[in-house]
Structures are given as structure tokens and as C-alpha cells.
């Protein structure tokens, strides 16, 4: 039987982890991130995968620094090491020591999208689909030699809770479709077309900011793109408000970008874009207040929402 060390970290790498634990083959060691301070009142908390684990008595290893603590890692000596979402770069003595090497599942179509916000960045970017890559690692992030690969169309209400959860699930089936062949050698890596590569880096929390001067349909790919993490925001008289959800509006209106012009029988309000169509807000957080529907913050007043403010000013 192959032996498999599993390194992943959050919700995106379990049911990776639980379609090897599955397979035919061992599951020897999982690595996965330290434990850390999580909510408001900074609860130390396992990670995802590290609860997985456990509920099959997995042994866990949870290096600082992976870079210099890896020994615990090669005294397992797997055949094979397989990453996902794990949140540390490999050393070489990691990536050299397994006989089948080090893979990794990722969530786009690489060179496309290299990086850690893949999800987020394919969204936002309005594309119609991505996928899953495995691939082996390499020194460069994201950059290793491609074994496998399987798009997931993205649809128009998607965003990156349920892409997450298609991508992580293909993930799942692709590993087990592709390892096989891998301990068989009956797969040709192909290289990444360098000129081709783009980036996805981490979100930043200026890129939550909506620019109320882009177009509508952009604003609403940011707003699913960053949904439900870490959500979009803009300000409405001065406070910050959260948008959750948005629908496109392809109607025309006069009036500034960002500017409130219309309520829909106090269900959603409707805000000017810089292509003078707009966006229906459906769901928001005003500041100091949990998420909520628009219709449920007008219930009883719905001055609350006033007619002629400029959101973002």
C-alpha cells in the first residue's frame, strides 16, 4: 500500500483528505497549519483538516515554520505527498524526498490564476469558468509541471462559497482519477506556458472597496467574488455598510455614480454605476449590525435608506 503524507489547512482541503482516507491508499501523516486565535473573543482553534484527521486517528504535525521543521515529515517516509491549501512553501529536501514526489491540488486552470485567492480572482474577473489543476510542486509557487486537469463552468449567481465547494469536491475526484496513473508512471507532466501565467494574489482590503464609478456588471462580480469572504464593502453617510448580495439592473438612470435612486417597495434599493445602470442592493450589514436582508432593515422605517445619497462619499 502507498503511503501518502496529506498538508492542508482549511475547509477547501477536507473532503480532499477524506476521498484519500477513502482510497486504497494510507493516509500516514497529515500536516496542516498551527492552532490559532479564531472570533471575537480569540478562541485557539484547530483547523478544518486537523479535526478531520483526527476523527481517523491521523497523526498530526503542525510545524511553526515548515522550512525548518520538517524532520518529523521524512521519518514517515511516504511514497507520495499531496497538498492542498496547505499555506507554507515546501522545502526542497520535502519536495526531493518521495519516490512519486510532491503534488498539488489547485483550484484554477493553471498558468491561469497562481496563487492564494484563485476563487475570489476568477469571480471578480467575470470569467465563465475554472477548475482544478494537479500538479507537481515546485520551487516557484504554482508553477510546477501539470498532470491533470478539469474545468467547473461558473455560473451567474455563483460565488465563492459555492464554487469552493464545486472546486474542492472536483478536487476530490481528480486526485483519485489521477493517482493511479501517477504510481503507474503513465503520465507526461507538461510544462506551463510562462507567458501565459497570471496571479491571484491574497485580497487586500482596499480591493473590498467598491468603486462605485466601474460598471454594474463588474461591481456585482466583485460582490459575488468577495462573498462570503471577506464581503464588500462601501459607506453609506459616513459608515461603513457591508453589501452581501446585489442583483445587475440594466436600466438606465440619471444621476451619480454610487448615488441611491430608487427603492423597490422597500425590498431592495437600487445605486447608480459608472455606466449609468444600476445595481439592486438586496443584502447588507450596516455598520454595528448583523447581516441582514434590506427588506428586514426598512421593516418599520424606511428612511433608513434615503433616496439621493451617494454611497462611497
Known sequence: MKKVVFMGTPDFSVPVLESLVQSEYEVVLVVTQPDRPKGRKRVITPSPVKVEAEKHNIPVFQPEKLRNDYEEILSYNPDLIVTAAYGQ???????????????????????????????????????????????????????????????????????????????????????????PKLFAK?????????????????????????????DNQAIYNQIRGLHPWPVAFTTYEGSVMKIWWGEVDSTTYQGKPGEIVKKLE???????????????ITEIQPAGKKRMQVKDYLLGSS????LGVIMGE
Open 89 to 179: 512553501i515546501l522545502p526542497n529536501a520535502l519536495l526531493e524526498a518521495p519516490e512519486f514526489g510532491c503534488i498539488n491540488v489547485h483550484a484554477s486552470l493553471l498558468p491561469e490564476l497562481r496563487g492564494g485567492a484563485p476563487i475570489h480572482y476568477a469571480i471578480i474577473q467575470g470569467k465563465k469558468e475554472t477548475g482544478i489543476t494537479i500538479m507537481y510542486m515546485a520551487e516557484k509557487l504554482d508553477a510546477g509541471d501539470i498532470l491533470t486537469q478539469v474545468s467547473v463552468p461558473i455560473e451567474e449567481d455563483d460565488n465563492v462559497g459555492t464554487m469552493h465547494d464545486k472546486l474542492s469536491e472536483a478536487g476530490s475526484s481528480l486526485l483519485l482519477e489521477t493517482l
Open 186 to 214: 503513465q503520465l507526461e507532466p507538461i510544462k506551463q506556458d510562462e507567458a501565459k501565467a497570471t496571479f491571484a494574489a491574497n485580497i487586500k482590503r482596499e480591493q473590498e472597496k467598491i468603486d462605485w464609478t466601474k
Open 266 to 280: 422597500d425590498e431592495a434599493f437600487v445605486v447608480v454605476c459608472g455606466n449609468q445602470q444600476g445595481l439592486k
Open 303 to 306: 428612511d433608513r435608506i434615503k
